[in-house]
């Protein structure tokens, strides 16, 4: 079992940023693919971003691409989503998520663990 917790959500002005963390327990992240998605009010959850292990490489959703990095440290179990040029349009609850599938994918139930959530919320 892997335990997810994520941290770091707030109140920023448009244009600011935030880095969001995800501390794992119970296992070794170092052989899973992590992901950040995310909930907006009376919307379904979406892919935001993943960070594949075996490669350390990362693939990020159109509307955060550019603005959005995913990264990890596997020396603390934590994964890091660093958010720049926020809008209000990024407002939602942001989930980090771990898979042990042989590759990482853009879908929910793709995803073996979720943590709690933690909220952003952007003001224009």
Known sequence: QVQLVESGGGLVQAGGSLRLSCAASGRTIRNYHMAWFRQ????EREFVAFNRWSTDST???ESVKGRFTIS???AKNTVYLQMNSLKPVDTAVYYCAATGRTW???RTE???YWGQG???AVSS
């Open 104 to 106: 990482p994918t853009e």
């Open 40 to 43: 907006a009010p009376g919307k």
């Open 118 to 120: 933690t909220q952003v």
């Open 110 to 112: 793709h995803y073996d």
């Open 59 to 61: 693939y990020y959703a």
């Open 72 to 74: 990890r440290d596997n």
